[in-house]
């Protein structure tokens, strides 16, 4: 049995079979290997694709999906080893976890942080205690990665660069938004576009705005087993010069993290980092995209997002085709 929490434990071909079987699943290929299996899903937070996306292409392989939202239709649940149960919480995760796996075939799980201690968000407990106790395999459908918005935006790249990426210029830029977001699809843009042989610049307005070292070591790690490079900027024009490819993502700043009224003084002065016309038109013809959603003329301006470079799209639709191969590796045998 295999989970699926990160592309850090999968290999660039491991992946790419995934990849392929998503291209082949969005060309017409039916499959039924969720024939008469049931699909749990634990979200602790909101979602418009993943929960959309992941019901419809269990449906589509055969099977069904159950949503599950602690604290509102399930009970709320508690983490911690030895955890005194004396307050909000009427279940552990250790029974909850075993009871889903005796009724469900696998198990995805959406939790993002809490946003008050990063030393211990960091850690990615809720999947991590969900992955120890489970006896089928795991899903992360957004903790502090985002392993299935990864593939999409890969799958999305390799159809729009004829397969080819490797030696493209990615664009990693942060933007501007009124609230400190999760770092989650950062983390993973970095890792997917380095680990499939881009030269990838970081764009963001200081060294605050860096990502979590694990991330960023990965990310250099897989560069330079491609001979490529990772590069950090805090010059949007040179950043910008000559990309191929501009992917728009805010989030929060590790020091800062649980101290937003601290970070939103800095956060305020930044809005410049607004993907716009001017900006991509130093670019070398980029695509650009969003995980979604994407708060418009405040992260990207109507433009640029209506604009024909915009793949945002086509990555959502994505979502689904790259779910549901990672579905079909789930439940092989």
């Given amino acids: 049995m295999r989970h699926f929490l990160t592309t850090a434990d999968w290999s660039r071909a491991e992946l790419q079979a995934m990849l392929d079987d998503a291209r082949a699943l969005k060309g017409g290929l039916r499959g039924e290997d969720l024939a008469g299996k049931t699909l749990g899903l634990l979200f602790f937070n909101p979602s418009l694709r993943t929960r959309t996306s992941f019901e419809i292409g269990a449906r589509q392989l ?6 599950l939202e602690p604290g509102k239709g399930a009970w709320p649940i508690a983490f911690e080893p030895g955890a005194v149960m004396d307050g909000d919480e009427e279940e552990h995760i250790s029974e909850v976890t075993r009871v ?3 009724y469900c075939d696998v198990i995805g799980v959406r939790a993002f942080p809490k946003f008050q201690d990063w030393s211990k968000d960091r850690e990615d407990r809720v999947i991590r205690a969900i992955a120890e106790f489970a006896t089928v395999p795991v899903i992360n459908l957004e903790t502090i990665t985002h392993p299935c918005q990864e593939l999409a935006l890969m799958l999305t790249l390799q159809e729009r660069f004829g397969g080819q990426v490797d030696g493209k210029k990615f664009v990693l830029t942060w933007t501007y938004h009124p609230k400190p977001l999760n770092t989650a699809v950062a983390n993973s843009a970095l890792m997917i576009a380095a680990k499939f042989g881009m030269d ?11 990502l979590d070292p694990r991330y960023m070591d990965a990310a250099r790690a897989s560069a330079a087993e491609h001979g ?7 010059d949007i024009d040179e950043a910008y010069r000559g990309a191929n490819m501009v992917y728009a993502k805010s989030w929060g700043a590790i020091p800062y993290f649980g101290r937003w009224p601290d970070e939103k003084p800095m956060r ?5 980092f607004i993907v716009d016309e001017a900006k991509m038109a130093k670019t070398d013809g980029a695509y650009v995209s969003h995980c979604l959603p994407v708060r418009r003329n405040v992260k990207v301006t109507d433009a640029v997002l209506d604009s024909p470079a915009c793949i945002a799209i086509d990555e959502a639709e994505n979502r689904l085709h790259v779910q549901k191969a990672v579905l079909r590796r789930m439940v092989r045998p």
């Avoid at 990838?200 to 860096?210: A, D, R």
């Fill in 228 to 234: 490529r490079t990772i590069t950090v900027s805090h």
């Fill in 62 to 67: 055969g099977g069904a999906a159950v949503i």
């Fill in 100 to 102: 889903l796996s005796r």
């Fill in 268 to 272: 305020d002065t930044l809005k410049h």
């Fill in 200 to 210: 990838v610049t970081l764009l963001c307005p200081n060294e605050e705005y860096l």
